[in-house]
Structures are given as structure tokens and as C-alpha cells.
């Protein structure tokens, strides 16, 4: 949430869906921010409304994963936090990396 409140002060890009698993986690976070748009599905949600960044915000386990899916549909992805807890993931982390075209942002 805090990544998330900290894009009011970006100027130029503002977010447009939100998309998590648990519908409930999603309904509160859509309401707070104001976004009508909401999935529970990433490839749906990549799909239909084709962003320019993907800002990804959640535990390091599921960061490799959403980052594979961002390159599929080739969708730069943004991290809130570090790609990995540790350098034993890094070889991991850094396919989707290699296979894009885009850029990855590590905020």
C-alpha cells in the first residue's frame, strides 16, 4: 500500500488497474485508489488493459513469477522492493530479465 500511495506525487503516470488473487485484498485496495478497472487474473488483466509499466508489489517468492508473466505480454515490470531477498535467487530472477526486450525498473 505504501508504494502504492507514493504514486500520487508521480505527475506523469498514474495507476490504472489493480489485480490481486484474493478478491477482498483487491476490493479495498480498487476503492482506496480509485480504480474501476480490477483482475484477478495478471494475463486478463495485461491483456485488456496493456500498461506501459507493471508495478509489482508483493512477496519476494511470487516476484519471479509476475515478472515472467510481465515479459510475456511485454510489459515492463517496476519493484516497489529488491527482486530477491537473497543473491541465491538472482539466477532465477534474472530469466524473465534476459528474455525481455523492455526495461526492468528496480525502484
Known amino acids: 500500500m505504501r508504494s502504492a ?3 500520487a506525487f ?11 488473487l484474493d478478491e477482498g485484498r483487491l476490493g479495498k485496495f480498487a476503492e482506496e485508489f480509485g480504480l474501476a478497472h480490477r483482475y484477478t487474473d495478471l494475463h486478463e488483466r495485461l491483456e485488456k ?3 506501459d509499466l507493471l508495478h509489482i508489489v508483493t512477496a519476494p517468492a511470487l516476484r519471479v ?3 515472467t508473466i510481465a515479459s510475456e505480454h511485454a510489459v515492463p515490470p517496476a ?6 531477498p537473497a543473491l541465491s535467487h538472482g539466477e532465477a ?7 525481455s526486450e523492455r526495461e526492468f525498473r528496480d525502484c
Open 5 to 7: 500511495r507514493a504514486c
Open 10 to 20: 508521480v505527475e506523469k503516470d498514474k495507476p490504472v488497474a489493480a489485480c490481486d
Open 49 to 51: 488493459e496493456k500498461p
Open 65 to 67: 513469477p509476475l515478472m
Open 79 to 84: 519493484l516497489g522492493q529488491p527482486l530477491s
Open 93 to 99: 530472477a534474472s530469466l524473465p530479465v534476459s528474455r
